[in-house]
């Protein structure tokens, strides 16, 4: 099974964020980048092994300041079940996020949200 398959069957199987990072640690992800605004992921395997996922939707506008606030509920509203990734991804953007970036290996897996002037983190639950 090539990488771009594995990662395709843990996004397709997975219930929940907290699986889905399971999923793509099982997968051999250690760490991935998402760019907010283009969508493009970069997944860093071991020994330096890296897998670019772009896209072709058109770019999101990303607000200039960042609002933590914002962070949390979009991350809550996307953990609830009440918002699509497409709409956590927009929330994302509204509330100033550039990227985030998901470590998955380690004693401390968790989710930076980055964004000019601000970062929230999160511990990925296990």
Known sequence: MTIAEKLQ???AS????????????NAGVLSYT???SSHIILYRFENGVIH??????PPVVIASQFNN???VQAIRDNQQGRTTYPEFMQG??????RFYEATLN???PRVTY???GGFYEEVIPV
């Open 106 to 108: 380690g004693e401390n």
């Open 14 to 25: 997975a219930q929940n964020y907290p699986d889905l990072a399971a999923r793509l640690a």
């Open 92 to 97: 994302m953007a509204n509330a100033g996020v």
């Open 9 to 11: 069957d843990a996004f």
């Open 114 to 116: 980055i964004g000019i």
């Open 69 to 71: 606030g914002a962070v």
């Open 52 to 57: 670019l996922s772009e896209k072709t939707d």
């Open 34 to 36: 998402v760019d907010i």
